[in-house]
């Protein structure tokens, strides 16, 4: 069966430093893999959306990268903030916005 | 941005009563909207998916008759989960793509609690 893990429950960061999120996949070949943020007790918010073609993308300080190979994708977020502390979930999808598959999440805290 | 509304944020509820969701689509018409339902620190899990004048398409392992979907319109699709108890308190969050540029958009959630 489909398979989506995030590397690790929880992540602490200084602030200032470069947040690393990990999102490991099996039993899926995915044409999208999006990136969300959620803060407690509020619905997704959408961050980036990467296709299977594309090695990596960028959106101010946030950096995704997509490994069809290793079937693993990493999320960046650059000089951290404080206010950067949520959760981030990512999902797969075979077509861009048809049923979302999401990861079990990673809470990150940035500690000032 | 685009939004989705839901209605209610919360609702706390008796055991064996029935309680419904709305997901409005405040800006935008909406021809597909999903239906999620997230466990406290796990993920969210998509329970069916609703199209504007047709019958849901419901996950495997989600009852259809204990979580009935209407998509009447455009803009609004609602959640009314029947003979509600305390294993279905959640939280359940729907999301609503946009007709014209297939945009996906998620609603802040309503949180359930049976007692």
């Known amino acids: 069966s489909q398979k989506i893990e995030q590397n690790s429950e929880a992540l602490n960061i200084q602030e200032g430093k470069t947040a690393t999120l990990t999102c490991n996949y099996t039993n899926y070949s995915p044409a999208y893999l999006q990136w969300y943020r959620q803060d407690p007790g509020r619905g997704p918010v959408f961050l980036l959306l990467?296709?299977?073609?594309?090695k990596e993308k960028r959106k101010e300080r946030l950096k995704v990268t997509f490994d069809t190979t290793l079937k693993q994708s990493l999320f960046h977020i650059t000089a951290s903030q404080p206010a950067d502390s949520a959760t981030y979930l990512c999902a797969l999808s075979n077509f861009g916005n048809e049923k979302l598959t999401f990861g079990t999440g990673t809470r990150l805290t940035i500690i000032p | 941005g685009a939004v989705v509304s839901q209605h209610p944020s919360w609702v706390i509820c008796k055991s064996g009563t029935s309680v419904k969701i709305e997901c409005r689509s405040l800006d935008f018409q909406a021809t597909t909207m999903f239906w999620y339902r997230q466990f406290p620190k796990q993920s969210l899990m998509l329970m069916a998916t609703?199209?504007?004048?047709?019958?849901?398409?419901?996950e495997q392992g989600v009852e259809k008759d204990k979580f009935l979907i209407n998509h009447a319109s455009l803009t609004l699709s609602t959640l009314t989960v029947t003979s509600a108890h305390p294993e279905d308190s959640s939280f359940y969050i729907c999301?609503?793509?946009?007709?014209?540029?297939?945009?996906?958009?998620f609603g802040e959630g309503s949180r359930l609690t049976v007692l």
């Open positions: 999301s609503a793509r946009a007709r014209v540029t297939g945009e996906l958009f």
């Open positions: 609703s199209n504007e004048g047709s019958k849901a398409t419901y």
């Open positions: 990467i296709r299977e073609n594309e």
